[in-house]
């Protein structure tokens, strides 16, 4: 069964800081993977996914993330931190072998920027 | 705005109601899923339509649960006999079936939050 561990439920930077949010997953079968970002009250905005084509995947926003099999990771970074990048961040797995996209999600991580 | 929409965006109910959500797609999308999320929780998936056909349901969809998408268009999903452990998040995505499955890119409504008192 697939699944998606994102550690750390809060991270806080400084605007300009360099942002990482970390995920890493499990798959018996090559995976996609994803990066959603949800503001309050809000439902899910894609920002990248990870189809194979290419393992340094950008999104938008300034956000980019790094498909590293060996490690099972799929960390999100950005250069430089924007207030408006608060949100919470979701990273999804999804199995390349099945008729539909049954997106697992993993728990969260709250982004926090201070000025 | 031609995205997602689900109508009610809050729900407040007592338990043993029942209670229906609505959630219209992106016109030309032939997939609708359903998730819920529950407070400090990401989504997790619940069911999944091929135009009109429901082709997947989660174990997490008892029998109190029921969706539909008559005509492949808007979903609907009901909860029957509605408990406290039903407050959550609903949120609705769609999707274009375009050619690799897993890769295809799933638009989110605004969701619908349920609170059953």
């Known amino acids: 069964a697939q699944s998606v561990t994102q550690l750390g439920s809060h991270v806080s930077v400084s605007e300009g800081a360099l942002v990482l949010l970390r995920c890493n997953y499990s798959?018996?079968?090559?995976?996609?993977l994803f990066w959603y970002v949800q503001y309050p009250n809000q439902g899910l905005q894609l920002l990248l996914k990870?189809?194979?084509?290419?393992?340094l995947v950008k999104g938008i926003n300034g956000f980019e993330a790094e498909f590293k099999k060996s490690e099972t990771s799929f960390h999100l970074t950005k250069p430089s931190a924007h207030m408006s990048d608060a949100a919470e961040y979701f990273c999804a797995v999804s199995e390349m072998n099945t008729g539909f996209q049954k997106l697992v999600f993993g728990t969260g991580t709250r982004l926090l920027v201070s000025p | 705005d031609t995205g997602v929409s689900q109508d009610p965006r809050h729900k407040i109910t007592k338990r043993g109601q029942n209670v229906t959500f609505r959630c219209d797609p992106i016109s030309e999308h032939n997939r609708l899923y359903w998730y819920r999320q529950t407070l400090g929780q990401g989504p997790e998936f619940l069911t999944y339509f091929q135009n009109e056909a429901q082709l997947e349901k989660s174990r997490l969809l008892s029998d109190r649960f029921s969706a539909e998408r008559p005509k492949g268009s808007f979903s609907t999903l009901e909860i029957q006999r509605t408990e406290q452990g039903d407050s959550a998040m609903y949120l609705c995505?769609?999707?274009?079936?375009?050619?690799?499955?897993?890769?295809?890119?799933?638009?989110f409504g605004p969701g619908t939050r349920l609170t059953v008192t």
């Open positions: 990870y189809t194979s084509a290419a393992t």
């Open positions: 995505a769609s999707s274009l079936n375009g050619g690799l499955p897993g890769g295809e890119e799933q638009y």
């Open positions: 798959s018996s079968v090559p995976p996609y």
